[in-house]
């Protein structure tokens, strides 16, 4: 070959694998989930119609701290805190957020003060969970513009990580059954209607002290780590991250900063230590000084989210739910004092509550059309109990699969099969349901293909369905049930599962 | 700015070449050239700006000196001193600065303790590429005392010194060979043969860095930093990593310089030959870092009399020779061990010459290895106690320590179940990683044909061609994300 086609031949085959190697990353590396793994990023998705909302982001002491009821009481709009670890990158969060925002949407950023200090490598924790077995954080990957897509491929992901994100064993159907499953769990907390809702924390203690440093080190050394082993040092990463929010203020959200909630424990206070005290309230201007700088506003003073001893739930960053009432009425004290007023948007809550159950049920519906593709299809036969889950798909309002079957749970339980193509050349198909009633007989209403059959008692019962309302071989069978009660109403466990049927097998001939 | 560094790579040198070559086609020969030492001297002064001051003052003095022997060729005489004094004047000049900012605080630690004084360090920055640029002009110098070069201007004098991709770490260069092929006037016009030999040599330079080099270096590192006494395989691991780091590192950079100087259609000596394909100590200094080798023996070991004052004397020779190539490299005692390592190696070779007995082939070729693999414990510890901590390992005074995984994979292999001592963890050099590597890369290094035998003599490109300079340079900017782009062992020396 001669040597200058060889050259352009070689400038081709770079530019060429180079292109490969980014498709590579993004298609079967970070593959996208239809459900993200955490509810937190499911109900910010989910919340990208409403405008006039608020965003609490940062890492998990906002989770903690933040009662979302009172300020969404405040703001007069819903409340999410779409909060994740402290330890991962801003950047890609700000352009998770950029998806959802709407004009008019506050963002709050009670950052954690180790992001103000963040260094050019990103954590592994954070690099290892994009392209894990679950793919646990694959939306701050997959939400990226394509540009900051290449750029992150061939600047921060590395070679060895890649690679392991490639030789994981992932299988497209357990994916998304796993999908279709943490949908009942999001169901389960959006309809329980508290703080974990909204993104924030139940939890009110006691729990044991977390061995993640929070033992065994003072609180300075916990919430300050890197500025006192680092320096307070306010990083280039930071300021960069300052510049990105920008494009939040362009589309006309209102960003606004506030400090950490940190709390005592009685063998460690707070911002008590030496180094501390003769350096942290000049750390602390600066980075006032850099934030308001760059045209955001910086709500309260540090002290004011220190939180005393009895607030201390299990880490120096988290605290009780409780308490997370006194630092929310705090930061909205203060919020009024900088004028930062409610919104007079017309969306609340129960808008929000209603939007996600609604992405619920769509994005169910979506994923069991996606799965029945990957069902066996049922012949004449009987499918025992414990090949339930495999030749069945549940698709919503029913337990885990169990020895005996699967339990029924809430007022209405849908699953659906597949028959073979013999079986749909006759007129009728007989579908016989074989199972128990947890707490005393009833009927249930049953309804196949849109057709309702009426009420029924399913301990040995079969239906004969009529091949013509069979499209593409796939039966849904709804179960509506009343009077669901779960064991702990019974006193018989702690179980808070609504019950009622338990199917044990299915028989078509 | 280094040549494994994605600024280096796909920013700088493009753009140096394609300005350089636009000049050029414009005619602007003296400006091209002139454009080149500006990209050096940027080049060099990235690192740290305040060098440049030591490099434009040491490139001006040396002209000036070997211009005044040049002038006074005819008369014996420059301004007023006869010719010899000029040259000591000269070479006095340089080694001071070298001694200054190299050895200096090495001369007053081994004084402190010889006399009990407490002198304070300099703690001087070791300027970089110093003792590869003062050995090229006293080179220079030695020559226009004796009357071998020809007189050249101020430009392309600068360009001798400073060319980017030999400044750093060598080759260490002649200006017999550098000054014509800078004259030649078709050597400013692009040659795309040129361009792609070149950059086939640099993407073969830039995956022995990369990916071979800087894995073994992690080994290495954590062997030679070891704060405890390390067991047999792992003292081996250690050594072996550090033994194929320094080949593929210093070996790669030698075919990067070469690779991207021919892109400049300037060819430069070739520093390796797979050395450690020696069959006896002579020969791997016939094969490794051969420019300085020549230097050492030109203008060192010849003018201290070579083999010509008889055999004690051609011994006292090569060690002064060996030991002044250690102390070259650096200021320590594990260096000066090292070099006399060395020359005692080429001592004993050459006594054994004497009886004309033959030793087999492959006993000749694993002593020489085993014993260059030894000196470079000395060479890379970083005191003689650590030498002899891994030294120790390495004859099983620490006893014979694996893991499981170390284990399995021996017993698959041999079907040996060795009654070593298994602890648990992922014990460093005992991982079966390293051994993989070791067994792959020495192979390559003991067998396999090298750069010069691949690239150089290279007549025909293939597609495979292309993908092999695509994957090195991507393999580059993919690995680089983990650690920013690491240094050159060399560029200590």
């Known amino acids: 070959m001669r040597s200058k086609k060889f ?261 460690s206070q707070c911002y008590q230590g030496l180094t501390i005290q003769n350096e942290l309230k000049n750390f602390a201007l600066k980075i006032k000084t850099i934030v308001e700088g760059e045209g955001f506003k910086f709500i309260g003073n540090y002290e004011q989210s220190k939180l005393p001893e009895r607030c201390f739930l299990n880490t120096f960053y988290h605290i009780k739910k409780e308490c997370a009432t006194e630092r929310t009425e705090s930061l909205i004290r203060e919020l009024t004092k900088r004028s930062v007023l409610p919104l007079k948007g017309d969306s609340s809550k129960s808008d929000l509550i209603l939007v996600v159950h609604q992405r619920i049920k769509d994005t169910r519906k979506s994923l069991a059309k996606k799965l029945n593709n990957f069902l066996p299809t049922i012949s004449v036969e009987t499918v025992e109990a414990r090949e339930l889950s495999e030749k069945l798909l549940f698709v919503s309002g029913w337990s885990t699969q169990e020895k005996w079957g699967l339990w029924s749970l809430g007022e209405k339980s849908t699953f659906s099969f597949k028959l073979e193509d013999d079986l749909l050349n006759k007129d009728t198909v007989a579908v016989k349901i074989q199972g128990q009633y947890y707490n005393g007989i009833e009927e249930t209403k049953v309804v196949i293909n849109g057709l309702d059959l009426g009420g029924h008692v399913l301990m040995d019962k079969t239906f004969i369905v009529p091949t013509k309302l069979i499209k593409n071989n796939q039966v849904e069978v709804q179960f509506e049930s009343t009077s669901t009660v779960s064991p702990a109403q019974l006193g018989r466990s702690t179980d808070t599962r609504n019950i009622k049927f338990g199917l044990k097998a299915l028989s078509i001939s | 700015m280094l040549f494994n ?99 200096s605080d090495f001369f007053i630690e081994n004084i402190n303790v010889l006399i009990g004084s407490n002198f304070t360090l300099l703690n001087l920055l070791l300027p970089l590429a110093i003792s590869f640029f003062t050995f090229q002009q006293v080179a220079y110098l030695v020559d226009c005392y004796q009357e071998d070069t020809q007189e050249y201007d101020f430009l392309s004098y600068c360009l001798f010194v400073s060319f980017f991709p030999q400044l750093i770490a060598g080759p260490i260069v002649h200006h017999k060979e550098m000054m014509p092929q800078f004259s030649l006037l078709k050597n400013g016009f692009v040659n795309y043969t040129n361009i792609a030999k070149g950059l086939f040599v640099f993407s073969i330079g830039l995956f022995k860095k990369v990916v071979i080099a800087d894995t073994f270096a992690i080994w290495a590192n954590q062997g030679f930093n070891s704060q405890v006494g390390l067991s047999f395989f792992e003292a081996w691991g250690a050594s072996l990593s550090y033994t194929f780091q320094l080949y593929y590192d210093f070996s790669g950079y030698s075919d990067m310089a070469i690779g991207v100087a021919l892109m400049f259609n300037i060819m430069l000596p070739v520093n390796f030959n797979s050395p450690y394909k020696a069959k006896n100590i002579q020969d791997f200094w016939r094969r490794w870092h051969m420019t300085l080798s020549r230097w050492l023996r030109d203008y060192l070991y010849i003018p201290l009399g070579g083999n010509k004052k008889g055999t004690s004397r051609t011994y006292i020779n090569l060690m002064i020779t060996f030991i002044l190539g250690g102390v070259w490299h650096g200021a320590g005692w594990t260096f000066i061990l090292w070099g006399f390592l060395h020359g005692g190696a080429l001592a004993a070779h050459r006594f054994w010459q004497g009886f004309g007995l033959k030793m087999p082939t492959l006993l000749a070729w694993m002593l020489t290895f085993v014993f260059v693999n030894f000196a470079w414990v000395f060479f890379r510890a970083a005191d003689i106690p650590s030498a002899m901590n891994i030294i120790e390992g390495m004859l099983g005074f620490n006893g014979i320590q694996v893991n499981g995984d170390f284990y399995q994979f021996i017993h698959y292999f041999t079907g040996w179940l060795p009654s070593w001592q298994l602890v648990n963890g992922n014990k460093m050099v005992g991982s079966v990683k390293t051994l993989q590597f070791i067994l792959l890369f020495g192979y390559i290094a003991f067998w396999a044909r090298n750069t010069l035998e691949l690239g150089l003599n290279k007549s025909k490109f293939t597609i495979k061609d292309s993908f092999i300079i695509s994957l090195s340079l991507i393999l580059t900017v993919l690995l680089g994300i983990a650690s920013t782009a690491s240094e050159f062992l060399y560029f200590n020396f």
């Not at chain 1, 990208?48 to 998990?60: H, P």
């Not at chain 1, 409340?79 to 801003?90: D, F, L, R």
């Not at chain 2, 636009?22 to 005619?27: E, G, I, Q, T, V």
Request: one cysteine or more; aromatic letters at 14%.
């Open chain 2, 5 to 103: 560094s994605t600024v280096y790579i796909f920013i700088f040198l493009p753009l140096v070449l394609l300005i350089y070559f636009s000049l050029n086609k414009l005619r602007y020969i003296q400006l091209g050239k002139a454009w080149l030492v500006l990209a050096s001297l940027y080049f060099y002064g990235f690192w740290n700006p305040s060098y440049l001051i030591l490099i434009i003052g040491s490139m001006l003095l040396n002209f000036g000196i070997g211009n005044s022997l040049h002038k006074s060729k005819k008369k014996k005489k420059a301004k007023g001193l006869t010719r010899k004094t000029v040259l000591i004047i000269g070479i006095v000049f340089n080694l001071a600065i070298l001694f200054y900012f190299k050895y």
């Open chain 1, 7 to 267: 050259i352009i031949l070689t400038i081709t085959v770079f530019f060429t694998l180079f292109a490969s190697y980014i498709y590579l990353v993004d298609q079967f590396v970070v593959v996208e989930r239809a459900v993200p793994y955490s509810y937190r990023q499911f109900l910010l998705e989910s919340t990208e119609t409403i405008s006039g909302k608020v965003i609490i982001e940062s890492g998990s002491n906002s989770i903690h701290s933040i009662d979302p009821f009172l300020l969404s009481d405040y703001f007069n709009a819903p409340v999410i805190t779409s909060a994740a670890n402290a330890g991962y990158p801003i950047y890609p969060k700000i352009f998770n957020l950029l998806k959802v925002v709407k004009k008019g949407d506050i963002l709050i950023l009670p950052l954690e003060w180790n992001q103000y200090s963040y260094e050019d490598n990103l954590p592994n924790n954070f690099l290892n969970a994009l392209a894990d077995k679950n793919l646990k954080l694959e939306y701050y990957f997959n939400n990226l513009p394509l540009w900051e897509k290449i750029k992150f491929t061939l600047t921060q992901y590395p070679l060895d990580k890649v690679i392991d994100g490639l030789l994981q064993e992932r299988n497209s159907e357990q994916l998304l059954r796993a999908d279709l499953s943490r949908l009942s769990r999001f169901e389960s907390i959006l309809l329980a209607n508290s703080n974990q809702t909204f993104g924030n924390s139940d939890r009110n203690g006691p729990e044991p002290v977390e061995k993640d440093g929070s033992h065994n080190r003072s609180c300075d050394e916990y919430v300050l780590g890197k500025q006192l082993t680092n320096g307070f040092i306010i990083t280039k990463a930071f300021k960069d991250n300052l510049h990105s929010l920008k494009k939040l203020v362009q589309q006309g959200v209102d960003v606004y900063f506030t400090w950490p909630a940190v709390v005592d424990h009685q063998r």
